[in-house]
Structure formats: structure tokens, C-alpha cells
């Protein structure tokens, strides 16, 4: 079973910054796109990032400028720099495959708390 270990929350004042992290135990991991998501207190989870194998990325519009989806495959990991951070950001942080493709179980998730 793949599993997928997320790290690099933590609690962050405004307009400070984090690197997210997300260690995954699969083998098709360097032919598989990847995708951020987060969830937060009351809402439904949301796409936040995707990149695909060969490296293209898309973010969504709230945080596009600010954050950067990357991936190193030689570590099966794939990260997200957070920039410029709002209390808006404030959730728990997920990876996994884009919508489109069949999902790993989910992981626990890592929690980010922007507050001053």
C-alpha cells in the first residue's frame, strides 16, 4: 500500500514562509503527476498545486506568485514552498495525484497555521 508522509507544517506569522514536504512510497513515482491540496476548518478540501512528470506546474489563483510546487524524484518526494503567507492559508496540507488520476489513500495531512 503507498504510502504518503507529509511534513513541514507548523505555525507561521504573516507574510512568512514554509517549505512543505511529501515523501511517497511508490514506484510509479516518477511517471506520476502530483497535486498539493489543503483543507480547512469547515470547508472542503481544495486543489492547490499540480506538476506533471515532466515538470509543468499549475496553481490555483489564491495562491498563484506565492507558492511553488517542485519535485525531486530521485527522493520520491514532492514539495511546496509557501511564500507571503495569509492567515487566509491557514489549513491542513495534503498531497496526492490530480483529480484526474486514480488517487493514493490520503496521508494525515500536515497542519499550517498563519497567525500573528
Known amino acids: 500500500q503507498v504510502q504518503l508522509v507529509e511534513s513541514g507544517g507548523g505555525l507561521v506569522q504573516p507574510g512568512g514562509s514554509l517549505r512543505l514536504s511529501c515523501a511517497v512510497s511508490d514506484i510509479s513515482f516518477r511517471s506520476s503527476a502530483l497535486a498539493w491540496y489543503r483543507q480547512a476548518p469547515g470547508k472542503e478540501r481544495e486543489l492547490v498545486a499540480t506538476i506533471t512528470a515532466d515538470g509543468s506546474t499549475n496553481y490555483a489563483v489564491s495562491v498563484k506568485g506565492r507558492f511553488t510546487i517542485s519535485r525531486v524524484n530521485t527522493k520520491n518526494t514532492v514539495y511546496l514552498q509557501m511564500n507571503s503567507l495569509k492567515p487566509e492559508d491557514t489549513a491542513v496540507y495534503f498531497c496526492?495525484?490530480?483529480?484526474?488520476?486514480?488517487?493514493?489513500?490520503w496521508g494525515q495531512g500536515t497542519q499550517v497555521t498563519v497567525s500573528s
Open positions: 496526492n495525484k490530480p483529480l484526474y488520476e486514480r488517487l493514493w489513500n
